[in-house]
């Protein structure tokens, strides 16, 4: 084994490692806290927990509809805990399917409107599975240049040609199309809601400049849509009107449904097949089952959410206005989605904001390339449907000390 004293001289497997290795070292040794180590040591509610002893505001997690304390969650959970033990240790096509399993996926498939419904076992494993099964060599992913990681990863696996086109250009996606072949067969994949800037696709435009070509199916993975958007909580192509042109929903547990997992749903006929080629479903272990029963209570209680998501939607634009009003540059004009992202000049700035935000006792997540787009320093915030009237002028307030502190604001 290498000494550690020496691994940065000595080329190992770990010297590309280096340049980060040395930018982090550097910004430690200023003497602030490391972003990616904070430690929940309670978790009180969706909206607080205590952090090195302090309560703290969150504002940095997906938990969008507040279900990780539902209280019929958190029963059916503890039910099947008791009742069917506390793993399934195998897969989903071994013994690892128990009643549970295809209960959530009846869930979704009413939840959806769909005929389909596979879970997987986390959405990042449903998007590397889906994208890399349906495309291989020689087809084609075509995808947005901001798309999330388990999009492009799904494209690396399945060894299929990807083609990027410019975040949300309807113009580039269609001249993109123009330049392949026509015989070709092409996964188009989109996300209703980006999860950096918080912005929204405009998926209508996109379907009518997609369909203009041959051989396109369309994936749209509504992880940051689901429970907030359109009449049944769908996500953004519900609310689009374009849900009978999307051939693969994906999406995940990990956020409005307030546990892990992750899925697809379909329409198309033959969808039962992947169930045995798609190798991240099939080399797994299955979820355990208080987490499959905790999603599917979730999703049935989603279902009928409607004041929740108003009360989502109040606090996502008062805060954008809050923070707008203060003079914080956010990531996009008008609120769009329950994610606001504020732009900072670079590390430095956000460092500074990130923590002085954390002392004052409000958590939010912090994000740097290559994470973000166009190189971007992020603080991400995402709101909650049990953040309250106070919490939310609390935020704002907390904003304004931290920025006048560090100098992001005059
Ligand atoms: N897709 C998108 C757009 C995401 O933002 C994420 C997670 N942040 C995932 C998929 C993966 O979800 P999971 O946390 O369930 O792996």
């Not at 940051?224 to 999307?246: L, W």
């Not at 914080?328 to 923590?355: E, R």
């Amino acid at each position: 084994m290498t000494d550690a004293a020496t691994a940065t001289e000595t080329r190992d497997l770990f010297s590309k490692f280096d340049p980060l290795i040395n930018e982090r070292e550097a910004l430690l040794a200023t003497g602030v806290r490391d972003p990616y180590a904070i430690v929940m040591d309670q978790v009180l509610s969706p909206t607080r927990a205590i952090i090195k002893g302090k309560e703290t505001i969150l504002l940095g997690t997906y938990n969008y509809m507040g279900m990780t304390f539902d209280p019929d969650v958190v029963a059916a959970g503890k039910k099947a805990l008791d009742e069917f033990g506390a793993g399934t240790t195998g897969s989903r096509v071994l013994n690892g399917t128990y009643q549970g399993h295809k209960q959530v996926e009846d869930a979704l498939k009413e939840f959806y409107g769909t005929s389909g419904a596979m879970v997987f076992s986390t959405g990042y494993q449903a998007n590397l599975g889906i994208i890399s099964t349906l495309a291989g060599k020689g087809d084609y992913v075509v995808l947005d240049a901001d798309s999330h990681a388990s999009i492009y990863d799904g494209c690396g696996l399945g060894n299929a040609e990807i083609v990027r086109f410019r975040h949300n250009s309807v113009e580039d996606l269609d001249k993109r199309l123009g330049r392949l072949p026509a015989d070709a067969l092409k996964l188009v994949v989109l996300e209703g809601v980006y999860s950096m800037l918080g912005d929204v696709a405009p998926l209508p435009e996109m379907v009518a400049a997609i369909r203009k070509h041959p051989n396109c199916m369309i994936l749209c993975d509504e992880a940051h849509g689901m429970g907030f958007f359109g009449p049944n909580g769908r996500g953004a192509y519900e609310e689009q009107g374009v849900e009978g042109e999307i051939d693969f929903v994906v999406g995940t547990f990990s956020k409005s449904v307030g546990t892990v997992g992750g899925f697809c749903v379909s329409n198309h006929p033959k969808f039962e097949i992947l169930r045995l080629v798609c190798r991240p479903y099939v080399f797994t272990a299955s979820l355990p089952p208080s987490v499959v029963a905790t999603a599917a209570t979730s999703i049935r209680k989603l279902m009928h959410s409607g004041e929740k998501r108003a009360h989502l939607w109040k606090n996502s634009q008062r805060l954008h206005k809050g923070l707008s009003d203060l003079g914080f540059k956010l990531g996009s004009a008008t609120p769009q989605s329950a994610i606001i992202a504020v732009i900072l000049t670079d590390q430095m700035q956000a460092v500074a904001m990130w923590q002085t935000l954390l002392e004052l006792g409000l958590y939010v997540n912090m994000a740097r390339p290559p994470a973000t787009p166009a190189g971007t320093f992020l603080l991400r915030c995402s709101l909650c449907a049990e953040h309250s009237d106070d919490q939310v002028t609390q935020i704002i307030g907390m904003f304004e000390t931290a920025g006048k502190a560090t100098g992001a604001i005059g």
